[in-house]
């Protein structure tokens, strides 16, 4: 099964793309969505849509800002709000010509992040003991904590200028490259914040001292309230920096319940029947 961020993949195309015409921006995202998930140029291609899930953010906002104001405010990577009108308007007739002319199955849910439906999506899957392999689609790092070994195993395909060409992030790249286990991946966000989201995290605190803390002392809920399992003194910067974190635990907390895609902080009831897409 493939799960496509498709506001992700949209966002890639739209801002890569010279000429931001309908026709040109539809063409550029199948032709993306297709050859990252293996069906561009098959013959059987319409068929194996059947395994690809094109997942959308609520268009009516969504619990992230109602439980923090600030989220993600500021972000605007438009250079004039003509240009951001007609963003909206060609996303719009995408989504309208998928679904009329293509056997692309497509998924949003008023009040969650795409983010949160394939979390979702991956829990069931999970709940049904299902043996497969997912993959997530998208250059999204949050994503990362939801890698696994186990079935299913989750992976993640990043995409970009030579996205036929980007192999999938598995497990243990991930844990080669951070050091961490991906469940993991969320506590360290909430300690270093995430600048495109507006989640400003502790400051002194980047990637490098999130990841040594989270290797030295363990998931947030094992020291975050108990500042007297760090060296009281500060005998390095990382000691330091962790009670700086406990001090601010509050703070931290609400990053974590942004960030944490591995369990659910919405407080709304999810179902996929309230799938605007039916």
């Known amino acids: 099964m493939y799960l496509v961020d498709g506001n992700n993949i949209y966002h890639t195309v739209w801002h890569s793309s010279p000429v931001k015409t309908f026709t040109n921006i539809n063409k550029v ?3 993306m969505v297709m050859t990252v998930c293996r069906c561009y140029g098959d013959s059987a291609s319409l068929g194996r849509m059947s395994g690809i899930r094109l997942v959308w953010d609520s268009s009516f906002g969504n619990w992230r800002q109602r439980a923090y104001t600030e989220y993600k405010a500021g972000r605007n990577p438009f250079q004039t709000e003509q240009e951001f009108e007609q963003f909206k308007e060609i996303r719009l007739q995408l989504k309208q010509h998928i679904q009329e002319k293509i056997p692309l199955k497509q998924i949003s849910i008023n009040s969650f992040e795409a983010d949160d439906v394939i979390a979702a999506i991956i829990r069931k899957q999970k709940e049904k003991g299902k043996q497969s392999v997912i993959v997530i689609v998208s250059n999204d790092k949050d994503f990362y904590q939801l890698i696994n070994k186990s079935k299913p195993v989750i992976m993640i395909k990043r995409i970009g200028r030579a996205y036929e060409n980007k192999r999938k992030f598995s497990y243990k790249d991930f844990v080669d490259k951070y050091g961490i286990e991906p469940h993991q991946w969320s506590h360290a966000r909430s300690l270093m914040g995430d600048s495109s989201d507006n989640i400003p995290g502790i400051m002194g605190i980047g990637e490098v001292y999130a990841l040594e803390l989270i290797k030295r002392y363990g ?8 500042p007297s399992l760090l060296k009281q003194g500060g005998s390095d910067r990382i000691d330091k920096l962790g009670i700086k974190a406990c001090i601010d635990r509050k703070g931290v907390r609400k990053w974590y319940e942004l960030i944490d895609l591995v369990n659910d902080h919405s407080g ?3 179902s996929m029947t309230n799938n605007i897409y039916k």
């Open 29 to 31: 995202f199948m032709r």
């Open 268 to 270: 709304i009831k999810f």
């Open 219 to 226: 998931n947030l809920g094992q020291w975050i309230d108990k």
